[in-house]
């Protein structure tokens, strides 16, 4: 049995990831694709544009074998952690030989060395990184400056030990990673490598244009969630597989979209809860209160309670607080980890805890029952298909926690679906396993 994992989000899925399960099971021989996917919130730091079941389904209509949660911590973290969680998911499973991803750059030893490179010099990077966003430049920019002038102190030695990235100009390096594919690409295969994992990673060139381009001639996800945002729905059509269309087309406007806006009412009364709780607080103790959560520094913190009295919405409080050095999704991310409590402190825990994983089972095609036999037989982490035997599924007390806030979070997602859409709640509880 030869197994392929992708790790993804799906919000929504389109052609273009259709694609990639496809050529890379053509590409490895595989057998079968497991997909480690976000649940109900994102990377980029918003709710899921529509529930996990939903896109669940889509996956498995478009050739995914088996789909399983990415926890809440790792799903809406940085793209380091992001990749880091989902990664040691995939390698604890013990089944799975290749990791596929999209990436601008198809060339695999060019990542590898970017990869390589950044963890032996980790150190020099985030010092001269730092160094060079101090100046001015973007963050992407400021790695590739970083890279090349550790390049250029190593010397002779740098042709031998990076063959691959020294072919490559500073411009053409900053470009790769200025994608967020790419980002991710090297973040996957550092973690593979931090992990000695033996999974091999697999980079397939993507076939759309930028990945926020917001023309539908894009196929990305960015562009299909604008049009659902406005209520246009016909011309995604030809962006979709036909049968994850009708399945988006029989759950429009009952159970999604859902945007960060939605959660705008929650999060004024976090905020304001933390800086003004304790009644009139100063504003030393208000940044000590947002700096427990995850992604908040002490200047978001007081940039947060300064233009707190020009809230107006999620998405018009993130555009006021972004600045030069602090981007829109670092901001989205922190504020979501407010409303949803996720503290560092928490997060520390985690990861330090080999990072508190279990593996719940959102669904499979029924056709590969003998992929999720492997599965629970070769785990080396809880495998949960049935919520309600968890506790007695999983031993580990910080493991048990992590779930249970991935649940908690989950369920404030199915209760503003219910509100918006005046539709049934559907407690995590009684969420059934997708079977196509």
Do not use: W
């Amino acid at each position: 049995m030869k197994v392929n994992a992708i790790i993804a989000e799906y919000n929504p899925l389109h052609k273009g990831h259709e694609y990639l399960i496809e050529k890379g099971k053509e590409i490895t021989g595989a057998d079968y694709t497991i997909v480690v996917m976000s649940g109900n919130y994102v990377q980029r730091g918003e709710p899921s544009v529509m529930d996990k079941s939903i896109r669940t389904e889509a996956a498995l209509l478009a050739g995914a074998d088996l789909v399983i949660e990415l926890p809440l911590y790792y799903s809406i973290a940085s793209a380091e952690y992001f990749a880091k969680g989902a990664v040691a998911l995939i390698d604890k499973l013990f089944v799975v030989d290749n990791l596929i991803f999209g990436s601008e750059t198809d060339n695999i030893e060019l990542l590898y060395d970017i990869a390589k490179l950044s963890l032996e010099y980790e150190m020099d990077c985030y010092e001269i990184i730092s160094k060079y966003m101090s100046e001015g430049h973007s963050y992407p920019k400021a790695e590739s400056l970083a890279l090349f002038d550790i390049i250029e102190k190593l010397e002779d030695k740098a042709s031998e030990e990076y063959p691959e990235l020294s072919l490559y100009s500073k411009e053409d390096i900053s470009k790769i990673l200025a994608s967020p594919n790419s980002t991710l690409a090297i973040c996957y295969i550092k973690s593979i490598i931090s992990l000695k994992s033996d999974i091999k990673p697999v980079a397939i060139q993507r076939i759309t244009s930028e990945h926020n381009d917001l023309s539908l001639g894009a196929l990305s996800s960015s562009a299909i969630r604008k049009e659902l945002s406005d209520r246009n729905y016909e011309p995604l059509k030809d962006q979709l597989p036909a049968d994850v269309y009708n399945l988006f087309a029989g759950n429009v406007e009952i159970n999604y979209p859902i945007g960060p806006d939605d959660y705008s009412d929650i999060l004024l009364y976090k905020l304001r809860s933390l800086v003004y709780g304790n009644g009139a607080r100063l504003k030393a103790q208000g940044i000590l209160a947002l700096t427990e959560y995850l992604d908040v520094s002490e200047d978001l913190a007081a940039r947060i309670i300064n233009l707190l009295g020009e809230y107006k919405n999620f998405t018009q409080f993130v555009a006021i607080l972004k600045t030069k050095s602090i981007t829109y999704s670092h901001i989205s991310r922190a504020l979501m980890h407010i409303i949803l409590d996720i503290k560092k402190t928490n997060a520390q825990k985690y990861i330090s805890n080999d990072y508190s994983l279990y593996a719940r089972i959102l669904g499979f095609y029924k056709e590969s029952s003998d992929l999720l036999s492997e599965v629970k037989e070769n785990a080396k982490l809880p495998i949960i298909s049935k919520l309600a035997d968890a506790e007695d599924v999983i031993e580990d007390p910080l493991v048990l926690k992590h779930l249970f806030e991935s649940i908690n979070a989950s369920e404030l997602y199915g209760g503003i679906v219910a509100s918006r859409f005046a539709c049934d709640f559907m407690p995590e509880l009684s969420q059934k396993i997708v079977i196509v």
